[in-house]
């Protein structure tokens, strides 16, 4: 990422599914599957979705490609790369607590993960490959969980290029949206994460109990 000019590959990338008409969308959502696996941020990608595709297609190209993207992932850390990932999660606390967590509470804990901000995408998907949980339970728990941050920050792409030409009262009506979308987001992975957190105390206070 600090060596290549990814930035600059990426808008280049742009402007070619720009005119490639419907075979764009399947592109696009491969390219946002591989920059996944290589633990590339998407942000660019998601917000550039909505200018180029449009707030439901473009949530729906980068849904599918993101969940496409974790699944290459949580394959690879359960096979090839297995023991890279352990090493890499040897120690960590947070992993640790997560796994147990797992083995407690399986799809709910999967799905608030999916919602919360407390574990980044990339990285995460990796790490679920370590875990229990199957892959079944870890498509669909992806597919329905990052749906509201996605449809979020789609949102504000598609109203940053629609900006350019809108009417100051349309403007306001966009902004207004994208506030309200993303305010949305934040809040429901704010519940997610604060749900996350209680869970180990109710295993606490089990054990205090027996």
Same mark, same amino acid.
């Given at each position: 990422?600090?060596?290549?000019?990814?930035?600059?590959?990426?808008?280049?990338?742009?402007?070619?599914?720009?005119?490639?008409?419907?075979?764009?969308?399947?592109?696009?959502?491969?390219?946002?599957?591989?920059?996944?696996?290589?633990?590339?941020?998407?942000?660019?990608?998601?917000?550039?979705?909505?200018?180029?595709?449009?707030? #439901?297609?473009? +949530? @729906?190209?980068? %849904?599918?490609? &993101? $969940?496409?993207?974790? =699944?290459?992932?949580?394959?690879? /850390?359960?096979?090839?790369?297995?023991?890279?990932?352990?090493?890499?999660?040897?120690?960590?606390?947070?992993?640790?607590?997560?796994?147990?967590?797992?083995?407690?509470?399986?799809?709910?804990?999967?799905?608030?993960?999916?919602?919360?901000?407390?574990?980044?995408?990339?990285?995460?998907?990796?790490?679920?490959?370590?875990?229990?949980?199957?892959?079944?339970?870890? #498509?669909?728990? +992806? @597919?329905?969980? %990052?749906?509201? &941050? $996605?449809?979020?920050? =789609?949102?504000?792409?598609?109203? /940053?290029?629609?900006?350019?030409?809108?009417?100051?009262?349309?403007?306001?009506?966009?902004?207004?949206?994208?506030?309200?979308?993303?305010?949305?987001?934040?809040?429901?992975?704010?519940?997610?994460?604060?749900?996350?957190?209680?869970?180990?105390?109710?295993?606490?206070?089990?054990?205090?109990?027996?």
């Amino acid at each position: 990422m600090r060596v290549l000019p990814v930035a600059q590959w990426l808008t280049q990338f742009q402007a070619y599914v720009r005119d490639a008409g419907a075979i764009g969308y399947v592109v696009y959502a491969l390219v946002y599957a591989v920059c996944v696996v290589f633990l590339v941020p998407g942000a660019i990608l998601t917000l550039a979705a909505g200018a180029i595709f449009g707030l #439901v297609p473009g +949530t @729906l190209v980068v %849904i599918f490609g &993101a $969940t496409l993207g974790a =699944v290459f992932a949580f394959l690879l /850390a359960r096979t090839i790369l297995r023991k890279r990932v352990e090493k890499f999660t040897e120690g960590n606390p947070k992993f640790r607590a997560l796994d147990e967590a797992i083995a407690r509470e399986g799809t709910k804990i999967v799905f608030l993960v999916r919602l919360s901000v407390l574990f980044p995408f990339t990285w995460i998907n990796y790490m679920f490959g370590l875990t229990g949980v199957r892959l079944g339970t870890y #498509v669909w728990t +992806t @597919l329905i969980g %990052i749906a509201p &941050a $996605t449809f979020a920050f =789609v949102y504000i792409g598609s109203i /940053a290029h629609e900006a350019a030409t809108a009417s100051r009262a349309r403007l306001i009506v966009y902004i207004v949206g994208g506030i309200a979308a993303l305010a949305v987001s934040i809040l429901v992975g704010r519940i997610a994460t604060k749900s996350l957190a209680v869970i180990p105390r109710r295993e606490d206070d089990a054990e205090s109990a027996g």
